[in-house]
């Protein structure tokens, strides 16, 4: 399986190095392959690295406007013209989806991929990595969202939050 993961190339704190360099692992251990950002920096090296570490393929595809950071090694590297022509391929390359934490590109990736699942343009599992709490706000949101009626789709459908890596490779 082609596993896509979301997440920023920052981690400041470096709190999160040790999630990333496991989900990595539980990655390349299960015999799946790692899609991600393509870039060669901070959470997303980690990723790249562990997965690589432990005998997995990595397909990076990242956007021209990035290019410098990307991997130099790869299994696979695709340079798109866009972000917009990247977020479609990492979609059309990938079979699941993980979002860790991250920024606002993270979350631009989380609620295209959403909703292209609402309407049904995808049936891919979507899981949330709740490390922290990082996403308690948004799973409020979700909820309310849903509790609203302005989804035509229960979120629960389209979404599924986890806390550990170990609960994101059981989806």
């Known amino acids: 399986m082609n596993i896509c993961v979301f997440l920023s190339a920052y981690d400041e704190s470096g709190r999160l190095a040790p999630y990333v360099e496991e989900l990595g692992n539980l990655i390349a251990k299960g015999g799946h392959t790692l899609v991600w950002g393509g870039s060669n920096r901070g959470l997303m090296k980690i990723l790249a690295d562990s997965a690589e570490g432990a005998g997995g393929k990595i397909i990076g595809i990242t956007a021209e406007l990035f290019k410098d950071y990307a991997r130099e090694k790869s299994h696979e590297m695709t340079i798109a013209k866009t972000v917009s022509e990247r977020k479609a391929l990492m979609l059309a390359r990938s079979d699941a989806f993980i979002i860790l934490s991250g920024g606002l590109g993270t979350l631009d990736e989380l609620t295209e991929i959403m909703e292209s699942k609402k309407i049904h ?13 990082f996403y308690d706000g948004l799973k409020m949101q979700l909820e309310r969202i849903d509790q609203d009626g302005f989804s035509p789709r229960p979120i629960p459908e389209l979404v599924r939050f986890v806390e550990t890596p170990k609960e994101a490779m059981q989806c």
Do not use: A, F, R, Y
């Open 121 to 133: 343009l995808h049936e891919k599992p979507i899981i949330i990595l709740n490390l922290d709490g």
